[in-house]
């Protein structure tokens, strides 16, 4: 296990960093050869191919050695039906690696009408014939050469580089489609590496977009299929180093290219977390976090990305913009991070970030909570954030999703166990009158002072009773945590047997939480109806953040495509309706996925005609040449 | 069955559905057991059922009552206390007690009346299964028109007979003020509405909010009468927009995923109230709405009324009817508990639905034979109906003619096809007893015989007896218009202008329903589809050419041009008297109450002189109408200053629609006209 590695330290903060560890590895379990120092390091020398993959590092130069090329996470992981008509999960990378999950399929085939006889299966084998050969600008290839920074044409990392995670990227990847791809795959070490790289870019004319963790849903990643020039991915995968930890201030200054759970792994072996935490954090990075204005979360008590970034570094066209402090907040004009927060690579390439940490907390809890119906779950929300007790993590799951949940449910290995379980259900449902096709769950996290997170932990529950919610446990809320990290996973299950899904967000006001729950999964089921989907569709929502003014609101949606010619393409128009649907409710174009080009027909609305010739202005500036080319965002 | 849409989106319906005779089944079980059945609606799935004291909470709660309360307060110098307590006081009066029980009696004693009354109630089925499952899925406002009291509570009988949530009913108040049942029709699911809300913003507010908050939950379906009003002459009324925007704004606002409107025509062989009507049109007082007077109405209970059709239409989506003309983003940046004035895009497509929706019923009432004897009855010369009778043979033959036009023109027609035609006939005309006799192969206008009179009749007192006849069949003829009036003002232009130029005609053909605004109900913005409809109905029935730049009588179709002229004869020739009046004799300033009495003098000279043909000009219900239209066109303008609701007549704008009208002045200079809603 990835905390044993670094053990051994006596004193109280390295004690409380292993169990911290111990409980991110609950989720995020990963092989024991990590290098677990944190270097203050100068900017090394370009390494050779087997250098960057024996260093051990969570995401080589090679990302096909250890991740899928047309689905979701590592190789070794993912679910399976097996004969006996159970589920298993492969791997053992996580809590649920190895166990068998007897509920999954009969939810599965009862859900979408699927059956595990009707199978759709992936391409196994990346075809590079498949591949349109690289169009080469020679002279930034030549120069490129001379700077010493790695880089490639190879077909299958240029492939790897092309997409995000939208449905629409990775089903035709499935079927062994590919489309335009990047015609180079640089991999910078550091920021020097990074300015050279957009010199050069200028200089020659190549397109350059900006690759993190590749774990975008936005279609940001997607090549614009307008672009002539040669494009070139400047993949910062490598730039994954924690350059300096500020004790006297709790800042760190980290690379841009660090993955989410290489941070937070290193950080706690000094004590210290960012408490920064994604669903994607397991592969997203912190330059795409700043890049699309993510959230994690955890943000009840460490902030959504805006609020823990100190200082920023990019690196744009015409040189690299930063501030000149770390003073905590300025009156200097409009605060210039927040041109870079949000611009998703069309502006330039963050490089290093000093960003809070906290020390890694003394203790956590998840817990649950059941309500008789989603309205009530919904409005004991709104009390906590109106007493602004808001634990680490709150979310409401919907009656669909606390059933998907629940089909997630490992085997129970005693009876006595299972006796428990139908003894809570018959308390929920017959004594205390909970409709089982109504009811809803809360889940929670605390976090903190062992003896805060009790008090705190009653609050919450003593209000959650005002509103019928009866406490259903730690097993439950840590189960919905689980189902977000394995959701992804579970998707490709479904594209195994004709069901597509996708999730997507959104921020609204409290007063229409409801309204948009409710008018988006049923605007789902009449466009599905309408389209010709056979299967009626899975159409499900959680409330996942709450902020003073309104709430964050995550869908998914899957359907059987079985009998539709263009099943990409329904889909499409019912994703396209459905967001339709959230803005007439009042709801945002997002709340944290960010735009990209999936959503960026619906921008000028959101900000307005003067707010677009604002922001292209700046782009202007910056890069008048679009050298960052993958026309994200206007 | 099919459906087709037209361009609007809206379906219209062949009529081959099944209609079932729903009074049947109770000839042959137990009332009482019908009563008393079990009662096992689906419910909606929206959310769990809410009680009447539970959804007075939700109303006197509600953040938009408080804010409202707020600005009365300040306003009136009051306390919000104060404020919130005439609010319940208000609440109070207004609201529906629906219970299981009452709805049961009421159900025993609709099915011992209507048995009486007549010898079945139709209903179609198909449209009973698809208002079910609608129920389900949505809020459900049933639109019913209206045409008689019976309308009141059929649907909730029938509803109910069917395992379908009873409906919650705006209703007057001046029901809910009749003692006993006032509070039995509570019971059954009335709530009340005053007459005149006027600016009463408070009562305004909470009626709203009530009204919204039954939509919103959705556990009812609600139903409401679009044209505010009973209709006494048959035909549609000019919805009323009020109640229509309250219903319709929780969708607007989001705040629900859709509301299905469920219209539904009710059609009446022979309407209980007909002789009531016809006076209260001459101008003979209505008797005042009471119990007694209720109890006395039960003579009325001795005649057959024939048969009724509840014709329940096909459940139209909100959401799919507002695509593209609602914007519902406009509501994103105000608490959608402010009050506001709605905006005028929510005023346009409330207005447009509204009137939709009358259409909708008009189309799927179904007319009867005798619909189509009043039609032509009322062609003949009046002293052949008084005097000499009309010949039955004649009168036969022309409405089997009659029958072939109005079915090509798209009308469900209930003519039992096992019976032979003429029995069809006879037994119609037998069935109206009270309207027409047949003596000796010829059919006459009853005239009321009053006994023991004291003094020979005077000739107006004659013209009044007669009038009383001729409005009530003008009142079964009215049930035909829906179908025949889009051609018959074609006709009425070809005639008029004597031209053949399609803009020409179609000049014209927007002057007449502009003129008739009031009388034939068109939806605002679809002149051209109406007139793409005459035009095509024409040629479907063989009596025009139509061509691109042409529309040209035919050869044979001259029986079916004039018959449709002959059908807007009437109108005309009442609107031309009170133009005249109005032009001529009238003075400048004048109000309703002097303008009523003044114009049935002169038609009732003009009638007694010969000169005028039609007693329709005599319906009150024609020369309020027309003052109504006068106004939209500006010829006429009501003066704010006084309470007595005085009228300043431009003489010279009336006079010149009199020409237009009359065919005086060319349709070319039509198109100065102002008309606002081309």
């Given at each position: 296990?990835?905390?044993?590695?670094?053990?051994?330290?006596?004193?109280?903060?390295?004690?409380?960093?292993?169990?911290?560890?111990?409980?991110?590895?609950g989720?995020?379990?990963?092989?024991?050869?990590?290098?677990?120092?944190?270097?203050?390091?100068?900017?090394?020398?370009?390494?050779?191919?087997?250098?960057?993959?024996?260093?051990?590092?969570?995401?080589p130069?090679?990302?096909?050695?250890?991740?899928?090329?047309?689905?979701?996470?590592?190789?070794?992981t993912?679910?399976?039906?097996?004969?006996?008509?159970?589920?298993?999960?492969?791997?053992?990378?996580?809590?649920?690696?190895?166990?068998?999950?007897?509920?999954?399929?009969?939810?599965?085939e009862?859900?979408?009408?699927?059956?595990?006889?009707?199978?759709?299966?992936?391409?196994?084998?990346?075809?590079?014939?498949?591949?349109?050969?690289?169009?080469?600008n020679?002279?930034?290839?030549?120069?490129?050469?001379?700077?010493?920074?790695?880089?490639?044409?190879?077909?299958?990392?240029?492939?790897?580089?092309?997409?995000?995670?939208c449905?629409?990227?990775?089903?035709?990847?499935?079927?062994?489609?590919?489309?335009?791809?990047?015609d180079?795959?640089?991999?910078?070490?550091?920021?020097?590496?990074?300015?050279?790289i957009?010199?050069?870019a200028?200089?020659?004319?190549?397109?350059?977009?900006?690759?993190?963790?590749?774990?975008?849903?936005?279609?940001a990643?997607?090549?614009?299929?307008?672009?002539?020039?040669?494009?070139?991915?400047?993949?910062?995968?490598?730039?994954?180093?924690?350059?300096?930890?500020?004790?006297?201030?709790?800042t760190?200054?980290?690379?841009?290219?660090?993955i989410?759970?290489?941070?937070e792994?290193?950080?706690?072996?000094?004590?210290?977390?960012?408490?920064?935490?994604?669903?994607?954090?397991?592969?997203?990075?912190?330059?795409?976090?700043?890049?699309?204005?993510?959230s994690?979360?955890?943000?009840?008590i460490?902030?959504?990305?805006?609020?823990?970034?100190?200082?920023?570094?990019?690196?744009?066209?015409?040189?690299?913009?930063?501030?000149?402090?770390?003073?905590?907040?300025?009156?200097?004009?409009?605060?210039?991070?927040?041109?870079?927060l949000?611009?998703?690579?069309?502006?330039?390439?963050?490089?290093?970030?000093?960003?809070?940490?906290?020390?890694?907390?003394?203790?956590?809890?998840?817990?649950?909570?059941?309500?008789?119906?989603?309205?009530?779950?919904?409005?004991?929300?709104?009390e906590?954030?109106?007493?602004?007790?808001?634990?680490?993590?709150?979310?409401?799951?919907?009656?669909?999703?606390?059933?998907?949940?629940?089909?997630?449910?490992?085997?129970?290995?005693?009876?006595?166990?299972?006796?428990?379980?139908?003894?809570?259900?018959?308390?929920?449902?017959?004594?205390?009158?909970?409709?089982?096709?109504?009811?809803?769950?809360?889940t929670?996290?605390?976090?903190?002072?062992?003896?805060?997170?009790?008090?705190?932990?009653?609050?919450?529950y003593?209000?959650?009773?005002?509103?019928?919610?009866?406490?259903a446990?730690?097993?439950?809320g840590?189960?919905?945590?689980?189902?977000?990290?394995?959701?992804?996973?579970?998707?490709?299950?479904?594209?195994?047997?004709?069901?597509?899904?996708?999730?997507?967000?959104?921020?609204?006001?409290?007063?229409?939480?409801?309204?948009?729950?409710?008018?988006?999964?049923?605007?789902?089921?009449?466009?599905?109806?309408?389209?010709?989907?056979?299967?009626s569709?899975?159409?499900?929502?959680?409330?996942?953040?709450?902020?003073?003014?309104?709430?964050?609101?995550?869908?998914?949606f899957?359907?059987?495509?079985?009998?539709?010619?263009?099943?990409i393409?329904?889909?499409?128009?019912v994703?396209?309706?459905?967001?339709?649907?959230?803005?007439?409710?009042g709801?945002?174009?997002?709340?944290?996925?960010?735009?990209?080009?999936?959503?960026?027909?619906?921008?000028?609305?959101?900000?307005?005609?003067?707010?677009?010739?604002?922001?292209?202005?700046?782009?202007?500036?910056?890069?008048?040449?679009?050298?960052?080319?993958?026309?994200?965002?206007? | 069955?099919?459906?087709?849409?037209?361009?609007?989106?809206?379906?219209r319906?062949?009529?081959?559905?099944?209609?079932?005779?729903?009074?049947?089944?109770?000839?042959?079980?137990?009332?009482?057991?019908?009563?008393?059945?079990?009662?096992?609606?689906?419910?909606?799935?929206?959310?769990?059922?809410?009680?009447?004291?539970?959804?007075?909470?939700?109303?006197?709660?509600?953040?938009?009552?408080r804010?409202?309360?707020?600005?009365i307060?300040?306003?009136?110098?009051s306390?919000?206390?104060k404020?919130?307590?005439e609010?319940r006081?208000?609440?109070?009066?207004?609201?529906?007690?629906?219970?299981?029980?009452?709805?049961?009696?009421?159900g025993?004693?609709?099915?011992?009346?209507?048995?009486?009354?007549?010898?079945?109630?139709?209903?179609?089925?198909?449209?009973?299964?698809?208002?079910?499952?609608?129920?389900?899925?949505?809020?459900?406002?049933?639109?019913?028109?209206h045409?008689?009291?019976?309308?009141?509570?059929?649907?909730?009988?029938?509803?109910f007979?069917?395992?379908?949530?009873?409906?919650?009913?705006?209703?007057?108040?001046?029901?809910?003020?009749?003692?006993?049942?006032?509070?039995i029709?509570?019971?059954?699911?009335?709530?009340?509405?005053?007459?005149?809300?006027?600016?009463?913003?408070?009562?305004?507010?909470v009626?709203?909010?009530?009204?919204?908050?039954?939509?919103?939950?959705?556990?009812?379906?609600?139903?409401f009468?679009?044209?505010?009003?009973?209709?006494?002459?048959?035909k549609?009324?000019?919805?009323?927009?009020?109640?229509?925007h309250?219903?319709?704004?929780?969708?607007?606002?989001?705040?629900?995923?859709?509301?299905?409107?469920?219209?539904?025509?009710?059609?009446?062989d022979?309407?209980?109230?007909?002789?009531?009507?016809?006076?209260e049109?001459?101008?003979?007082?209505?008797?005042?709405?009471?119990?007694?007077?209720?109890?006395?109405?039960?003579?009325?209970?001795?005649?057959?009324?024939?048969?009724m059709?509840?014709?329940f239409g096909?459940?139209?989506?909100v959401?799919?009817?507002?695509?593209?003309?609602?914007?519902?983003?406009?509501?994103?940046?105000?608490?959608?508990?402010?009050?506001?004035?709605?905006?005028?895009?929510?005023?346009?497509?409330?207005?447009?639905?509204?009137?939709?929706?009358v259409?909708?019923?008009?189309?799927?009432?179904?007319?009867?034979?005798?619909?189509?004897?009043?039609?032509?009855?009322?062609?003949?010369?009046?002293?052949?109906?008084?005097?000499?009778?009309?010949?039955?043979h004649q009168?036969?033959?022309?409405?089997l003619?009659?029958?072939?036009?109005?079915?090509?023109c798209?009308?469900?027609?209930?003519?039992?096809a096992?019976?032979?035609?003429?029995?069809?006939?006879?037994?119609?005309v037998?069935?109206?007893?009270?309207?027409?006799?047949?003596?000796?192969?010829?059919?006459?206008?009853?005239?009321?015989?009053?006994?023991?009179?004291?003094?020979?009749?005077?000739p107006?007192?004659?013209?009044?007896?007669?009038?009383?006849?001729?409005?009530?069949?003008a009142?079964?003829?009215n049930?035909?218009?829906p179908?025949?009036?889009r051609?018959?003002?074609?006709?009425?232009?070809?005639?008029?202008?004597?031209?053949?130029?399609?803009?020409e005609?179609?000049?014209?053909f927007?002057?007449?329903?502009e003129?008739?605004?009031?009388?034939?109900i068109?939806?605002?913005?679809?002149?051209?589809?109406?007139?793409?409809?005459?035009?095509?109905?024409?040629?479907?029935?063989?009596?025009?050419?139509?061509?691109?730049?042409?529309?040209?009588?035919?050869?044979?179709?001259?029986?079916?041009?004039?018959?449709?002229?002959?059908?807007?004869?009437?109108?005309?020739d009442?609107?031309?008297?009170?133009?005249?009046?109005?032009?001529?004799?009238?003075?400048?300033?004048?109000?309703?109450?002097?303008?009523?009495p003044?114009?049935?003098?002169?038609a009732?000279?003009?009638?007694?002189?010969?000169?005028?043909?039609?007693?329709?000009?005599?319906?009150?219900?024609?020369q309020?109408?027309?003052?109504?239209?006068?106004?939209?066109?500006?010829?006429?303008?009501?003066?704010?200053?006084?309470?007595?609701?005085?009228?300043?007549?431009?003489?010279?704008?009336?006079?010149?629609?009199?020409?237009?009208?009359?065919?005086?002045?060319?349709?070319?200079?039509?198109?100065?006209?102002?008309?606002?809603?081309?």
């Amino acid at each position: 296990m990835a905390a044993n590695g670094s053990g051994g330290g006596g004193s109280d903060r390295q004690r409380v960093a292993q169990q911290r560890l111990r409980i991110i590895a609950g989720h995020l379990r990963r092989p024991a050869d990590d290098d677990s120092d944190v270097r203050a390091a100068e900017c090394k020398a370009p390494q050779s191919e087997s250098d960057a993959s024996a260093e051990g590092k969570t995401v080589p130069r090679r990302r096909q050695e250890i991740m899928k090329w047309n689905g979701w996470g590592y190789n070794d992981t993912r679910f399976l039906f097996n004969k006996k008509g159970q589920t298993e999960f492969t791997g053992k990378r996580y809590r649920l690696s190895g166990m068998i999950l007897p509920g999954l399929q009969d939810w599965f085939e009862n859900t979408f009408g699927a059956s595990v006889h009707h199978k759709s299966p992936a391409t196994t084998i990346l075809n590079s014939s498949a591949v349109q050969p690289p169009t080469l600008n020679e002279a930034f290839v030549e120069e490129l050469k001379s700077t010493g920074v790695p880089f490639s044409h190879d077909a299958e990392d240029r492939v790897f580089r092309a997409n995000g995670h939208c449905l629409h990227e990775i089903f035709p990847l499935r079927e062994g489609k590919i489309g335009r791809v990047p015609d180079t795959v640089v991999w910078p070490n550091c920021h020097n590496d990074v300015v050279k790289i957009v010199e050069l870019a200028c200089k020659h004319n190549v397109c350059l977009i900006p690759f993190g963790g590749g774990t975008s849903v936005s279609s940001a990643l997607e090549c614009p299929p307008e672009e002539t020039r040669s494009i070139v991915s400047l993949d910062t995968s490598q730039m994954n180093r924690i350059l300096w930890i500020d004790e006297k201030n709790l800042t760190a200054h980290v690379e841009a290219g660090i993955i989410g759970q290489d941070l937070e792994r290193l950080l706690n072996e000094s004590g210290y977390c960012t408490g920064h935490e994604p669903d994607s954090m397991e592969f997203s990075s912190l330059g795409g976090w700043v890049a699309t204005r993510a959230s994690g979360m955890k943000k009840n008590i460490y902030g959504n990305i805006e609020d823990l970034v100190v200082h920023l570094k990019m690196v744009t066209p015409q040189g690299v913009i930063e501030k000149s402090c770390q003073g905590p907040r300025m009156s200097t004009g409009p605060d210039i991070h927040h041109f870079i927060l949000g611009s998703e690579g069309t502006l330039g390439v963050v490089t290093e970030v000093t960003m809070k940490i906290r020390p890694v907390p003394e203790y956590q809890k998840y817990g649950s909570v059941v309500f008789p119906d989603f309205e009530q779950g919904v409005a004991c929300l709104r009390e906590v954030a109106r007493q602004r007790c808001a634990p680490a993590s709150i979310r409401l799951m919907d009656n669909k999703q606390f059933q998907f949940g629940h089909a997630l449910k490992p085997q129970v290995s005693s009876i006595f166990t299972s006796f428990l379980d139908g003894l809570k259900k018959f308390y929920i449902t017959k004594f205390k009158g909970f409709d089982p096709n109504r009811l809803c769950v809360a889940t929670l996290l605390f976090e903190g002072d062992r003896e805060k997170v009790l008090q705190h932990e009653k609050q919450v529950y003593d209000i959650a009773a005002k509103f019928g919610g009866l406490a259903a446990g730690e097993d439950n809320g840590q189960r919905g945590y689980m189902l977000t990290f394995v959701i992804a996973y579970l998707r490709d299950l479904g594209l195994d047997y004709y069901v597509i899904a996708e999730s997507f967000e959104t921020s609204v006001p409290w007063d229409r939480v409801l309204d948009v729950c409710r008018n988006v999964k049923a605007r789902i089921v009449r466009e599905c109806k309408e389209k010709g989907v056979q299967f009626s569709p899975l159409s499900t929502c959680r409330v996942t953040q709450t902020y003073d003014a309104g709430a964050c609101v995550y869908f998914y949606f899957a359907f059987n495509y079985r009998g539709l010619s263009d099943p990409i393409h329904v889909f499409e128009q019912v994703e396209h309706a459905a967001r339709e649907e959230i803005l007439a409710n009042g709801g945002s174009l997002s709340h944290h996925h960010g735009v990209g080009k999936l959503r960026k027909q619906w921008m000028r609305d959101t900000v307005s005609n003067v707010g677009i010739g604002m922001l292209k202005s700046v782009k202007d500036y910056l890069d008048p040449n679009n050298i960052f080319g993958n026309r994200n965002l206007y | 069955m099919t459906h087709t849409y037209t361009a609007s989106g809206r379906a219209r319906m062949d009529h081959e559905e099944e209609f079932v005779d729903i009074l049947e089944e109770r000839r042959r079980s137990c009332d009482l057991g019908h009563a008393l059945r079990t009662f096992k609606p689906h419910p909606y799935q929206g959310g769990p059922p809410c009680s009447t004291a539970e959804l007075n909470k939700a109303v006197l709660e509600s953040q938009y009552l408080r804010y409202v309360a707020k600005e009365i307060a300040m306003e009136t110098g009051s306390s919000v206390v104060k404020v919130r307590e005439e609010a319940r006081r208000l609440l109070e009066e207004m609201s529906h007690n629906l219970q299981l029980s009452s709805i049961r009696l009421m159900g025993y004693t609709f099915t011992k009346v209507a048995k009486r009354l007549f010898s079945s109630i139709y209903v179609n089925m198909e449209g009973l299964s698809t208002l079910q499952k609608a129920i389900q899925e949505t809020p459900v406002i049933l639109m019913p028109n209206h045409k008689s009291y019976v309308d009141f509570l059929v649907i909730s009988y029938i509803l109910f007979t069917y395992d379908i949530p009873v409906p919650v009913i705006a209703s007057g108040i001046h029901l809910a003020g009749l003692k006993m049942v006032g509070e039995i029709l509570r019971r059954s699911g009335a709530f009340s509405i005053r007459r005149a809300i006027g600016s009463d913003k408070l009562y305004w507010a909470v009626l709203s909010e009530y009204v919204k908050t039954i939509v919103r939950k959705g556990f009812a379906p609600m139903e409401f009468y679009v044209e505010g009003l009973r209709s006494r002459t048959l035909k549609s009324l000019m919805p009323k927009l009020g109640m229509m925007h309250m219903v319709l704004e929780p969708y607007f606002k989001s705040e629900v995923f859709d509301i299905t409107l469920v219209p539904i025509s009710i059609s009446y062989d022979r309407l209980l109230e007909e002789s009531l009507l016809a006076n209260e049109l001459l101008g003979v007082p209505k008797p005042k709405e009471t119990t007694t007077g209720l109890l006395k109405s039960t003579k009325i209970l001795q005649e057959d009324y024939g048969s009724m059709h509840v014709n329940f239409g096909r459940p139209m989506s909100v959401r799919q009817m507002c695509e593209g003309k609602i914007n519902r983003c406009q509501y994103n940046l105000t608490p959608r508990d402010l009050p506001q004035k709605p905006t005028a895009e929510a005023q346009a497509c409330v207005s447009w639905l509204a009137h939709l929706m009358v259409r909708v019923q008009d189309e799927g009432s179904v007319i009867s034979p005798w619909t189509l004897m009043a039609c032509l009855l009322l062609q003949a010369p009046i002293t052949a109906l008084t005097e000499e009778g009309l010949l039955w043979h004649q009168l036969t033959g022309k409405t089997l003619w009659l029958r072939k036009l109005v079915l090509d023109c798209g009308a469900r027609l209930n003519w039992p096809a096992q019976t032979p035609d003429s029995d069809v006939m006879s037994s119609a005309v037998a069935l109206h007893c009270s309207v027409v006799h047949r003596k000796a192969g010829r059919v006459y206008l009853v005239q009321e015989e009053e006994p023991a009179r004291r003094h020979p009749i005077s000739p107006r007192e004659s013209v009044m007896r007669t009038a009383s006849g001729v409005l009530m069949l003008a009142s079964y003829r009215n049930q035909s218009l829906p179908f025949f009036v889009r051609p018959a003002l074609l006709a009425t232009a070809l005639h008029i202008t004597q031209s053949t130029q399609r803009d020409e005609l179609f000049a014209f053909f927007c002057f007449l329903q502009e003129l008739f605004s009031y009388e034939f109900i068109s939806i605002p913005g679809e002149l051209s589809q109406d007139f793409e409809e005459a035009c095509s109905l024409l040629k479907k029935c063989g009596a025009a050419h139509i061509s691109q730049q042409e529309v040209t009588p035919s050869e044979g179709g001259m029986e079916t041009l004039s018959f449709l002229q002959a059908l807007i004869q009437p109108f005309i020739d009442s609107y031309q008297v009170m133009l005249r009046y109005l032009s001529e004799e009238g003075d400048q300033v004048l109000t309703e109450k002097q303008f009523l009495p003044a114009v049935r003098n002169l038609a009732t000279r003009l009638i007694l002189s010969g000169e005028l043909d039609t007693y329709e000009a005599l319906s009150s219900d024609t020369q309020k109408n027309l003052l109504l239209a006068l106004r939209r066109l500006e010829a006429v303008t009501k003066s704010r200053a006084s309470e007595e609701n005085e009228f300043n007549v431009n003489k010279a704008a009336v006079r010149s629609i009199g020409d237009v009208l009359s065919g005086k002045i060319p349709p070319q200079m039509l198109q100065t006209t102002p008309d606002a809603r081309l």
